[in-house]
């Protein structure tokens, strides 16, 4: 019996592509094969002879016995049509090992769509001491027990308003992973105001990763990020900042990282903004906000993201054959040493190997459940101290969610984002459709070019 | 007469993917938080590489 809800048919540019989502397998074929797959998966029968009756008006019967037999040899090899698994693999013991540090409940801009209510999250604007951010390194070296890559990211509101107790942590942070034998990526986001010469040197040198944020073009970055006032240009700040920023990173990861609204639906324009000011690494995510707010996306949104998810792909792929190219990180993919089954059942490991720090030292399972008392799971004092809350996100896996389950990208996505699937999809259990249908033409975009550069 | 190999002929196969496989081998947890790196508002696994 072939299981075909999991396999997906899709071309772009005359390329011809079919995802095996229950085996994670991708095949790149002609137009032949990819016919012949697509009519079996809706609903031909799997036979040589039904296949050639069905496409001998257009090919040979033997290029399609020829087609027929390596689609055959595929399917023997679970590589198509795969099965999808019986019994659901046992989860396998995790332990924390990365934490979102938010060291400033504040923030010098007022960002319109921000999810932290402007920085405050909902709650005091407060800044976290250097003696919590000491017990949250503890909490970390000591709930990671013998996992040795660890990961602290600087996180708020703005963390440059805290850039004290930023700094004093990773030295402290260093010390202590060099006594217990862990090593601590440290990484930041900042909204690039506060930056300074000396904050960039100490950030290049002991950030592992530096995140830089900003919309795109003056026009779409400075309508929704603005300063407490309203007044000047935020792009006009932190853009020389940036540019001198990543120019002394000397090539260490960073990312210029934006947000696409509604009223930036042809985003495309600002990732190619971005590209031509110098910056090569490249994020740019959707929105994510209530369907009712006037900039937030919707499902009409949909053809229009699409279609411009596939110009922002044909215009990567054309920075690559003539002028300096660029990484956007919402196409690459990794299809050679890609995560294990577990990683990809696990996810983001939200409340059981990721938390959030609040700046009195609370934890949450990850930044965007922040304020909300119900999740609330312990402090960094007493550590976790409501583990079945963690234990109920890490259950709620791909393999759970029925939909997800017979989704072709489960394992590239790994189910999406809890908070969202809980806040937008209405449980759990329910992703988030849109992020989903998003998520999907990313990956299409990806294969694409991952197919286009290495064939 | 001998037989025509009709490998490759129709189909590439990008990536072989076994994922059952990874049942006994992987689980070392090593690798990056999903979060933490670009995004801090989506979830994505197929673009990290395993730190093995």
């Known amino acids: 019996m072939l299981d075909k809800e999991c396999v997906h048919c899709f071309s772009h540019n005359h390329q011809y592509f079919v995802v095996d989502g229950n085996s994670g397998s991708v095949h790149l074929l002609d137009e032949l094969a990819y016919q012949m797959i697509k009519a079996i998966k809706d609903g031909l029968e799997f036979d040589e002879t039904a296949v050639i009756n069905h496409l001998s008006n257009e090919y040979s019967p033997r290029k399609i016995k020829e087609a027929f037999e390596e689609i055959t040899v595929l399917v023997k090899e679970n590589l198509l049509f795969s099965p999808d698994f019986t019994e659901i693999p046992k989860e396998i013991d995790s332990v924390v090992k990365a934490l979102c540090l938010n060291v400033a409940h504040d923030c010098n801009l007022r960002c319109k769509y921000c999810f932290a209510q402007t920085g405050d999250f909902g709650g005091k604007r407060e800044l976290m001491s250097y003696a919590v951010a000491k017990k949250a390194v503890d909490f970390l070296i000591n709930a990671s027990k013998n996992r040795h890559q660890l990961e602290l990211d600087f996180f708020g509101g703005e963390p440059l308003l805290n850039f004290e107790v930023v700094k004093k942590t990773v030295l402290y942070g260093e010390e202590q992973a060099k006594k217990h034998n862990k090593n601590i990526r440290f990484t930041i986001t900042t909204n690039g105001i506060g930056l300074t010469k000396a904050i960039q040197d100490f950030l290049n040198e002991k950030m592992y990763n530096v995140v830089l944020s900003i919309d795109g073009r003056r026009e779409v970055n400075d309508a929704v990020r603005q300063t407490i006032n309203g007044e000047g240009s935020v792009h006009d700040v932190i853009v020389p900042k940036y540019q001198e920023f990543v120019k002394a990173r000397k090539g260490k990861q960073y990312y210029v990282r934006g947000t696409f609204t509604k009223n930036n639906l042809d985003f495309c324009e600002d990732v190619l903004y971005l590209a031509g000011l110098g910056f090569d690494q490249i994020s740019m995510e959707p929105v994510v906000a209530d369907s009712a707010l006037d900039y937030a996306l919707t499902e009409a949104e949909l053809p229009t993201i699409f279609h411009e998810y596939h110009r922002l792909a044909d215009e990567l792929l054309e920075y690559y054959q003539t002028k300096k190219s660029f990484n956007f990180f919402h196409f690459n993919v990794e299809l050679k040493k890609g995560p294990c089954l577990y990683k990809r059942i696990a996810g983001c490991g939200a409340g059981h190997e990721y938390i959030a720090v609040t700046p009195t030292g609370e934890l949450y399972p990850c930044h965007q459940f922040i304020g909300d008392e119900k999740y609330k799971i312990g402090d960094v004092s007493q550590g976790i101290i409501r583990p079945e809350l963690g234990e109920r996100l890490k259950h709620a896996h791909v393999l759970n969610k029925p939909t997800c389950r017979k989704c072709w990208a489960k394992y590239y996505c790994s189910g999406g984002c809890h908070f969202n699937n809980l806040k937008y999809g209405g449980s759990l259990s329910d992703p988030y459709l849109l992020a989903c249908e998003m998520e999907r033409k990313r990956l299409e975009c990806s294969l694409y070019i991952y197919s286009s550069l290495n064939n | ?52």
């Open chain 2, 1 to 52: 007469m001998k037989q025509e190999k009709t490998e490759h002929k129709h189909i590439k196969t990008l990536t072989k993917s076994s994922l059952t496989k990874t049942l006994v081998s992987g689980g070392c947890g090593e690798c990056q938080a999903s979060c933490q790196s670009a995004c801090k508002t989506s979830c994505t696994v197929g673009n990290q590489a395993c730190e093995r």
